[in-house]
């Protein structure tokens, strides 16, 4: 989970955008570009999409760098014209192969096809300034595509040195660890991002996440407990506290949390879920099967994991006879639920067949026979009832 959330947050951050601040034209190249007796300046053309492949006969050719590089972000951001701008690009760097900006975003369009060549090129703008944060950042998160973290930890750490007032460098840093399988230097870097930060939400749900993997129980608790005095009304707070309490055989203050929880929304699935769970591994069977009501009510759920419950429930005969109460109420919840699910109604009226009430399933059965395309197995199973109860009138079906 930790490295797909990297990841998300690595394609995020390249599509946002942002030009890097080596993209600004010089102030003695602006003014060449601005001067009155040139009639033609570096954003002079419409938003009209054109496929100049090179420099106006009159424009400055020290410029033509510089034009090259704009003509490819237009043709890109304004046109989503990726050959153009690569043309356009690939041009500005023949000029000047020192030019970092145009490697840069040649980079960012070539990094979901072709991390390697897209690598070359982000090298290539790192390589001119090491002190640049944008390059940094796109030569970090590259590694974190090819999952070479022990680089991008190194870039990353470079991160926190050079823009250590944002949280996310620390995030990904930590991140980065813990995918290299160092979780304990990852909680070093959160505790020191806390130092400065103070509980963050970019930050400290991490920790607490990397306290438990560790096993540091206590720890995680301690953890929790700043997040909810920060937070009082995030319900995965509680939750996660519950599960901590219960881990901890603290049973009582496990449920506290879970109404908490539950008071905060009371059809949580999420809490619904973690608290059905907990009386399922304490082997409280009526509040399992009573908690596990809610969950069949919502659709939320999805109907395919209900009838996998169920069945699962009701394989056994004793378990069946002796809960029989609360697995109708399951049964009938599914059936109210999805009311126009075929699958749903098998559910239920093989309920039915299985605790002896056969004339409610075949009413259920006979309400279908004029479904714009009826199941054959409806027919069959009327027949069958039918035959058992030795009714001869089935033969219409």
């Excluded at 056969?358 to 027919?379: C, G, M, T, W």
Aim: glycine residues 2%; aromatic residues 10%; negative net charge.
């Amino acid at each position: 989970m930790i490295r797909a959330a990297a990841v998300a947050l690595s394609m995020v951050m390249f599509a946002c955008g942002t030009l890097p601040r080596k993209s600004v034209p010089t102030t003695e190249t602006a003014t060449k570009l601005t001067n009155s007796d040139t009639p033609t300046t570096l954003m002079d053309s419409s938003l009209t999409h054109r496929r100049d492949t090179t420099p106006p006969t009159d424009y400055p050719t020290d410029a033509h760098t510089v034009w090259h590089y704009v003509e490819g972000l237009k043709a890109y951001r304004l046109h989503d014209d990726s050959s153009a701008a690569r043309h356009h690009f690939e041009q500005a760097l023949t000029i000047d192969s020192m030019y970092a900006p145009a490697a840069y975003h040649t980079a960012a369009m070539l990094m979901m096809d072709n991390t390697d060549e897209a690598e070359r090129y982000s090298l290539r703008a790192y390589r001119t300034d090491t002190t640049d944060s944008w390059f940094t950042a796109q030569l970090g998160r590259l590694q974190i595509l090819q999952e070479d973290y022990a680089e991008g930890i190194r870039l990353f750490n470079e991160m926190v040195r050079l823009k250590g007032n944002d949280p996310e460098n620390h995030r990904i840093l930590a991140m980065l660890y813990n995918e290299n399988e160092q979780p304990f230097s990852a909680i070093i870097v959160l505790d020191s991002a806390e130092r400065r930060f103070g509980i963050h939400e970019a930050i400290s749900p991490l920790k607490r996440q990397l306290l438990v993997a560790t096993a540091q129980y206590d720890q995680a608790l301690e953890q929790n407990e700043e997040l909810i005095a920060a937070d009082p009304y995030n319900i995965d707070n509680y939750i996660i506290a519950a599960e901590l309490y219960a881990h901890a055989k603290k049973d009582s203050l496990a449920l506290v949390n879970y109404d908490r929880a539950l008071a905060l929304d009371s059809t949580s699935i999420n809490a619904l879920g973690s608290l059905n769970e907990f009386y399922g591994m304490r082997g409280d069977h009526p509040n399992y099967l009573r908690t596990m009501v809610p969950l069949f009510a919502s659709r939320e759920v999805d109907l395919e994991r209900k009838i996998k419950i169920f069945k699962r429930l009701t394989n056994n005969i004793d378990y069946y006879q002796k809960f029989y109460g609360q697995l109708n109420q399951l049964a009938i919840t599914v059936a109210v639920t999805h009311p126009d699910d075929l699958d749903a109604m098998e559910l239920y009226t093989t309920h039915l067949i299985a605790t002896g009430d056969l004339d409610r399933a075949l009413e259920i059965y006979k309400s279908h026979v004029n479904d714009p395309v009826p199941e054959p197995q409806i027919f069959n199973t009327i027949l069958d009832i039918e035959s058992f109860k030795e009714r001869a009138d089935s033969v219409e079906y």
